[in-house]
């Protein structure tokens, strides 16, 4: 059975790759929404993951302002989606214009200091429509790290898929992404990295939104053994075709602690600018899986 899943969902990422691209784009846009509403409708596990987190990001929401949120949030995450599917087909041009950066400063006055640059995003609005942005629009290359995904076959189309988007991309096992990551920025390159939520079991715990939960040590250890720069970076969408963010202000690293005291102290950095922004546009916070500690313990045995 669990092959025939893996094989199931191979087929139908496949087939959104070879379909969606091809549909007129308020066709596609209209497709995407109607599943969002579908798959909301219908208050499976995903969605009710949502609005669990949703609950801690907006402790005062009605019931009915927290279905709200999930709704929008599963439009939200649908247009991911949508927009994933056809960015192989979009021009330099309409990849350039597509999303609308604040404070890019920060990110360009970094990459010309050749000291290195690390992006840290949660897991907001489009992550791979910002990627191209940095590599058409700024003409910057860029590595970053993929979750390993089951099937195999499905992992691979989801590297192939970013590579052909001008990404480096590095599996997340194995062990020696580090190293990789740590020789690109020694070279004054280029790493982003979804940093909002940990799966090695092993990341800092931090406070979020007044309950602890645990993100990973990568992006802080990384600044202090190479130091490259680390810029937290926000997403959002509002009603427009144009998709929003900020590159926030450098997290330095402390100038006195243990590199364990230091991990903590800027990975706690991180987390308030990432729940900053997150407070900000809840419904853009595309998290359907377990985050806070509370939650991962309930599901041991």
């Known amino acids: 059975m669990s092959g025939l899943k893996d094989t199931v969902s191979d087929g139908l990422y496949g087939l959104g790759w070879a379909t969606v691209k091809k549909l007129p784009e308020p066709v596609a846009r209209g497709l995407g929404r109607r599943i969002a509403d579908t798959a909301w409708k219908r208050r499976g596990k995903s969605v009710l993951r949502l609005e669990s987190n949703l609950a801690r990001v907006v402790p005062d929401a009605s019931p009915e302002r927290l279905r709200e949120l999930s709704k929008a949030g599963m439009r939200s995450y649908m247009r991911y989606w949508m927009e994933s599917f056809r960015l192989p087909t979009w021009s330099r041009e309409r990849a350039a214009s597509s999303f609308d950066p604040k404070d890019v400063h920060h990110l360009t006055d970094g990459l010309a200091s050749d000291r290195g640059v690390i992006l840290a995003l949660p897991h907001m609005g489009n992550w791979d429509l910002a990627?191209?942005?940095v590599?058409?629009?700024l003409g910057v290359p860029f590595t970053t790290v993929a979750e390993r995904l089951k099937p195999e076959s499905l992992y691979d189309r989801f590297v192939a898929y970013r590579e052909?988007?001008?990404m480096e991309v590095l599996p997340h096992t194995g062990g020696a992404a580090f190293g990789t990551l740590a020789r690109r920025l020694r070279a004054g390159g280029l790493v982003c990295l979804v940093a909002d939520?940990?799966?090695s079991a092993s990341g800092v715990e931090v406070s979020f939104f007044g309950e602890k939960a645990r993100m990973p040590a990568g992006p802080a250890m990384l600044a202090q053994q190479t130091g490259a720069l680390l810029l937290p970076v926000t997403l959002w969408y509002d009603d427009s075709d144009v998709m929003r963010g900020r590159v926030h202000a450098?997290?330095?690293?402390?100038e006195s602690g243990t590199r364990a005291e230091k991990t903590s102290s800027m990975t706690q950095a991180?987390?308030?600018v990432f729940a900053e922004g997150i407070a900000d546009h809840p419904e853009d916070w595309h998290m359907l899986q377990r985050l806070w500690l509370a939650d991962l313990e309930e599901r041991r045995p």
């Open 131 to 133: 990627g191209v942005w």
């Open 135 to 137: 590599t058409r629009a």
């Open 164 to 166: 052909s988007l001008g």
């Open 197 to 199: 939520r940990d799966l």
């Open 250 to 254: 450098p997290v330095e690293v402390p």
């Open 270 to 272: 991180l987390a308030d």
